[in-house]
């Protein structure tokens, strides 16, 4: 079935730039679909469904899983809503190859990449976010040891679940996962920019901020 009216946007950004919490946010004020590759990875995991086993390996490292793998979860996501949906995609796509694979996927819908936001946060601000970040096991919200600490350490203000560091966000993990992510995002930048799709957006400051800013060209584009 084709639908042409729907959208999709992505959010660019090395991991800590705040992809996840700008995109909670973002969902929460348009009508639009997050789809973050990352945590259907780990969901994946968790459940130990057959993507999870063949993810797993990868992402404790700090490694990209195989292009093929992503595309599958993507294309079945959307699958899923028959296309009637807007999408926000998070953390995809992160090679050339997954660019050109949601371009097809997306064209078998009608549809096409409407804008792509690149949240840019200098280095320093990237390690220190996410060597402090903690994550809820048990209803997977976030905390920051010292920019926003739960009011009991250790423990989640909403629902009494223990806190734990993702074991990618070690600091060692997190200077590879900014290599791959360098390495990987050049070419995309320049894959959208020579499309005229691509909007960079300062996200080093406050998230509503950034929200503000990404709505703006959403609107626009
Ligand atoms: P994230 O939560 O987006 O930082 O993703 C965590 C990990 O999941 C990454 O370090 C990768 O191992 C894997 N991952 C998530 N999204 C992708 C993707 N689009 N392509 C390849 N690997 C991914």
């Given amino acids: 079935m084709t639908v042409k009216t729907m959208k999709a946007y992505i959010l660019l950004g090395a991991p800590g730039a705040g992809k996840g919490t700008v995109a909670a946010r973002l969902v929460g004020q348009e009508p639009l679909v997050h789809v973050s590759t990352g945590d259907m990875l780990r969901e994946a995991v968790k459940e130990g469904r057959p993507v999870g086993l063949r993810a797993k390996a990868f992402m404790e490292k700090g490694e990209l899983v195989p292009d093929d793998v992503i595309l599958g979860i993507v294309r079945e996501r959307i699958e899923r809503d028959a296309g009637q949906k807007n999408y926000l995609f998070d953390g995809f796509p992160r090679t050339h190859e997954q660019a050109r694979g949601l371009d097809d996927t997306l064209a078998s819908f009608g549809a ?8 840019s946060v ?49 600091e060692e993990t997190v200077r590879n996962r900014l290599v791959v992510y360098r390495r990987q995002t050049e070419e995309l930048i320049a894959y959208y920019r020579e499309r005229g799709l691509l909007f960079e957006i300062d996200a080093s400051g406050n998230p509503d901020v950034t929200v503000a800013g990404v709505r703006k060209r959403m609107a626009a584009v």
């Fill in 112 to 119: 096409r990449v409407n804008g792509v936001f690149l949240l």
């Fill in 122 to 170: 200098p280095d320093a601000v990237l390690v220190d976010r996410l060597s402090g970040r903690r994550v809820c096991q048990g209803c997977g919200a976030v905390y920051h040891v010292r920019n926003m600490p739960p009011r009991i350490e250790g423990i989640c203000d909403r629902c009494g679940g223990a806190l734990v560091q993702r074991p990618d966000d070690r």
